[in-house]
């Protein structure tokens, strides 16, 4: 089935440091949307992507969606504190069903 | 208040032994689904529901079960649960007018089975 595969798998930053990760797929995918999750809840989404080559912003987060439909990325800028988490990337499965896939995850921690 | 509901939040159990977690959500969502959450693989889906009556499987749904009686609920339901059944779940919604894209996310259940 599809897969989504995240890199870093983890990250350690000083505070105010740029952060970039990626999602990349062996598939196509139509939809890219990337969420976080705050220790001990949920994921919550940040930024949903539409359409190749889309670039859009939520303050100081920013995502892409890659020309070949395969990948995705997530750049955050001048990072704070509460930025520590795990960020999935997910979408809409391409195979005629109504399947969601979420990636394996990157895990932010943040050094004050 | 918006919100995804799920009970128990935590949950201790022994090998066979059948249980229910279940899931309610107040946005009159049609698209419900369920999740595990394992150490390094992600969330995988287990089951989701486009609406009442209409289910279908996930990546993972081997030793599991859903119903979808009413819009707003959608119990897990685990008939034998198995110590590989240890995990962190989540129960999510959705509107799915144009696709099922954002998500709202209950606060998780973690079950652990010895």
């Known amino acids: 089935g599809q897969q989504l595969n995240q890199s870093p798998q983890s990250m350690f930053i000083q505070e105010g440091e740029d952060v970039s990760m990626n999602c990349t797929s062996s598939s196509i995918f139509n939809t890219w949307l990337w969420y976080k999750q705050d220790p001990g809840e949920g994921p919550v989404l940040l930024i949903a992507l539409y359409k190749a080559g889309e670039l859009t912003s939520n303050g100081r987060l920013t995502a892409q969606f890659g020309i070949t439909r395969k990948d995705s990325f997530l750049n955050i800028s001048a990072s704070i504190p509460s930025d520590v988490g795990i960020y999935f990337c997910a979408g809409p499965s391409f195979s005629g069903t109504y399947k969601y896939i979420f990636g394996t995850g990157t895990r932010l921690k943040v050094l004050a | 208040e918006a919100q995804v509901t799920q009970n128990p939040r935590y949950l201790i159990t022994v090998t066979g032994k059948k249980l229910t977690v279940t899931c309610s959500q107040n946005?009159?969502?049609?698209?419900m689904s369920w999740y595990r959450q394992d150490p390094g693989l992600g969330l995988r889906q287990i089951y989701y529901s486009m609406n009442v009556e209409v289910t279908d499987k996930g990546d993972v749904p081997e030793g599991y079960k859903v119903s979808r009686k009413e819009k707003r609920n959608f119990p897990l339901i685990l008939e034998s649960p198995s110590p590989n059944q240890t995990s962190l779940y989540f129960c999510?919604?959705?509107?799915?007018?144009?696709?099922?894209?954002?998500?709202?996310f209950g606060p998780g259940t973690r079950l652990t089975v010895t």
């Open positions: 946005m009159n969502h049609e698209y």
């Open positions: 999510a919604s959705s509107f799915v007018a144009g696709g099922p894209y954002e998500q709202y």
